[in-house]
């Protein structure tokens, strides 16, 4: 049922202005050796699965996740121009409120970059 309901709530959210930004927790960028479509292989090849209950950022065209303990997940966004940016939260499905409000949302910026190695090009922002 969540899988039905959630996804169009999210939607119409955004198209009504409430999430039209770019979430926090910049890692780097898509290492031009690569593209879109070997970094799905290899997040796919890591365990990493569609994200179908997340915000869409403006110029976002990858969104992934990888569940951690049946409680939390891993969620790697790709954008349009190369940019990569990742978080660790609550899944949607153990904690639907809790991970709409964002109350566990961390960088784990160490183990992303240990996870995407050469895949990541690590710049500032």
């Known amino acids: 049922m969540m899988y039905r309901v959630w996804p169009p709530c999210i939607r119409t959210a955004e198209r009504l202005g409430f999430h039209n930004f770019r979430q926090k927790y910049f890692l780097g960028h898509l290492n031009a050796n690569y593209n879109k479509d070997n970094f799905i292989a290899f997040l796919a090849a890591q365990g990493f699965e569609r994200?179908?209950?997340?915000?869409?950022?403006?110029?976002?065209?990858?969104?992934?996740?990888?569940?951690?303990?049946?409680?939390?997940?891993?969620?790697?966004?790709?954008?349009?121009?190369?940019?990569?940016?990742?978080?660790?939260?609550?899944?949607?499905?153990?904690?639907?409120?809790?991970?709409?409000?964002?109350?566990?949302?961390?960088?784990?910026?160490?183990?992303?970059?240990?996870?995407?190695?050469?895949?990541?090009i690590v710049s500032e922002k």
């Open 51 to 120: 994200a179908k209950i997340a915000w869409r950022d403006p110029g976002e065209v990858l969104s992934m996740r990888k569940i951690h303990r049946d409680i939390f997940q891993y969620h790697i966004r790709l954008f349009i121009d190369g940019e990569i940016r990742a978080h660790y939260e609550y899944s949607p499905e153990s904690h639907p409120l809790d991970h709409f409000f964002e109350v566990r949302f961390d960088p784990e910026t160490e183990f992303f970059k240990r996870l995407l190695g050469d895949y990541l």
